[in-house]
């Protein structure tokens, strides 16, 4: 019975907040079920057949985990409320909405059952380095995928967005995450952020040449005089090239440009069916070679200064290697390696999915001799999934924020499809057999190569976080190239560690002019320099080419022998 002063049951009310509640579930039902659940069973079978895969697990190693996880669980209970100080620095837990206390112990149990399982996985016996480390890969992996912050009723933030918006968030971020399963990959930036020729490659020049590997194009110069010795930069066919040409305060080509050098670029072509065919003897040759022959036809030169960036680093090495057998060595005044590797040894967690199961997966994988480049920027994604999925994942789809404007994440999202032979020889021949560093293994062009014959100048750069190209994996580099090399360890990784224009003023970069035997003892007799390492380069590119020559006739793209075919940055970087 009802008291005086109790208050009416607002009946209207509850019943309107059941109808929108029950709106948004239903409207989140329709659109699960109009994009199928065939797809997410497909999955679900696929991950099976992965973990079949995985090597087995003797039981008995374990018997003390138990005792050592629920010893160090009652410690936790006595010290529950304080922050741990080993999730302190995780990004993921920084908003104060984690220290709350119901939120704070989910934080804390999650990373001490999240060490626990990853002690677990450290000791697991019966397993060869090798198996250990793809088992320690695979199970951080897992640990970031079980992160509260992933799911919406253990992540406070999200709790907060779902009453702010009544659910709004969680039905557009189903609508992008459907949307991204259709298309195959996650969108890191919003559709219409970024165009090419529009916001970003927008360095003016001219496409001069075009293969059917590669559109060449020249830059305008924008200094009235410029070195005689031309720059070739060759990016890595894996991604885009304006990874180099970003935004004009971000572009090493502009940067380039502007200090007086001639810049051509390659611009690899997505494969398709025409180059399916293609192997790393036509990247080399008709690639790399091609494009020096035509720059110094077209400017009347002797030689060229070339840059490398990642596999085509690895590419330019083979060319140099070549070029040193066959009496061509002197077409190349200097060769810059951008994180490029030669001796896969140690090569870091890229490696670990060169095993014959994940061979034959990509295998099974291409289609019509052409491999999707989007499963590969899914495996480098996996590199870093904390940062590359899982934080997409809680801003694009949990908590539905606007996407960010960020150039280089475009760039990222930018793939390019490869030539399934060629892919499956190059992880193969060189990271699981390590056959580059072999003299005579392998050939180009019918040549047997051996790096310890390539005396060109050669500059090294490796990135000190780079997770692709371990900064160890790139110094091997300096053991094998015969000529003058000067290496320098930059600040950051495989991108931003390359991409770090002077005028941004970030991070740092090391120099050791003593010989060092190897990366530890160059690291620590090293000057630690701030800023980019760009002026570090030209400087040593200025001791190379003291000539200068009036920027008229040839070195105007379109003015000499090979008139302009299109404006830059050409067609083929748009072609998917």
């Known amino acids: 019975m009802a008291k005086a002063g109790d208050k009416p049951h607002d009946g209207g009310a509850i019943l309107d907040e059941m109808a929108h509640w029950t709106g948004v579930i239903g409207e989140a039902q329709q659109m699960l079920m109009e994009h199928g659940a065939s797809a997410a069973m497909k999955a679900g079978d696929d991950f099976m057949a992965q973990m079949a895969q995985m090597p087995p697990i003797d039981p008995a190693g374990m018997a003390n985990a138990p005792g050592t996880m629920w010893a160090e669980t009652l410690g936790f209970w006595r010290s529950m409320l304080p922050a741990s100080e080993g999730l302190g620095a995780d990004r993921r837990f920084a908003a ?47 640990v970031d995928a079980m992160s509260p912050t992933n799911f919406p009723f253990t992540n406070p933030q999200v709790v907060a967005k779902i009453v702010e918006t009544r659910g709004q968030n969680l039905i ?28 970003i490659a927008t360095t003016p020049g001219k496409v001069v040449y075009e293969a059917p590997l590669f559109q060449l194009i020249q830059y305008s110069p924008t200094t009235e005089s410029v070195s005689e010795i031309p720059l070739i930069i060759f990016p ?53 070679w091609e494009a020096i022959e035509v720059v110094t036809r077209l400017l009347d030169v002797p030689k060229a200064h070339v840059i490398g960036y990642c596999v085509a680093g690895t590419a330019l090495s083979m060319l140099l290697a070549w070029a040193a057998a066959t009496g061509n060595a002197e077409k190349v005044a200097s060769a810059t390696f951008f994180t490029a590797q030669v001796d896969f040894s140690e090569a870091g967690d890229l490696s670990l999915f060169v095993d014959d199961a994940q061979l034959a997966l990509m295998e099974s994988i291409a289609k019509d001799g052409i491999f999707d480049g989007r499963f590969m920027a899914a495996t480098f994604n996996l590199l870093r999934s904390r940062d590359l999925i899982w ?42 057999d390590n056959l580059l560093v072999k003299p005579g293994a392998l050939s180009v062009a019918g040549t047997p190569i051996d790096l310890t014959t390539v005396k060109t100048p050669a500059y090294v750069q490796a990135g000190r976080e780079d997770h692709i190209a371990p900064p160890g994996s790139v110094w091997k580099m300096t053991q094998y190239l015969a000529g003058p090399l000067r290496f320098v360890l930059a600040g950051s990784g495989h991108i931003a560690g390359v991409v770090n224009p002077p005028s941004a003023n970030k991070y740092q970069y090391w120099i050791n002019d003593k010989p060092a ?34 920027a008229e006739g040839a070195r105007i793209p379109g003015e000499g022998v090979l008139p302009a075919i299109e404006d830059a940055p050409g067609r083929y970087v748009r072609m998917r």
């Open 96 to 142: 104060p909405d984690w220290q709350e206390p119901l939120f704070d112990l989910i934080r804390q149990s999650y990373a001490l059952v999240a060490d626990q399982f990853l002690s677990v996985i450290d000791h697991a016996p019966g397993l060869d380095a090798r198996q250990q480390e793809q088992l320690r890969f695979a199970a951080r992996n897992f």
């Open 172 to 199: 557009t971020g189903l609508q992008r995450m459907l949307e991204d399963a259709a298309s195959g990959q996650i969108r890191h930036v919003g559709k219409d952020a970024f165009e090419v020729g529009r916001d």
């Open 391 to 432: 934080n997409y994942v809680v801003n694009n789809y949990l908590l539905a924020d606007d996407y960010k404007s960020f150039d280089l994440l475009h760039w990222n999202g930018d793939v390019t499809n490869l030539p399934a032979e060629w892919q499956r020889r190059y992880l193969t021949e060189l990271y699981r």
């Open 236 to 288: 890595p066919w894996i991604n885009r090239f304006y990874i180099l040409d970003l935004s004009p305060q971000k572009s090493f080509v502009k940067w380039a440009t502007d200090q007086g050098l001639t810049v051509f670029m390659v611009s690899w072509k997505s494969a398709d069916a025409s180059i399916a065919h293609v192997m790393m003897d036509d990247y080399v040759i008709n690639g790399e």
């Open 517 to 550: 035997a190897s990366l530890e003892e160059f690291v620590a007799g090293a000057v630690e320099h701030k800023g980019s390492w760009w002026p570090d380069w030209m400087a040593w590119i200025a001791t190379l080419d003291g000539r200068t020559v009036p």
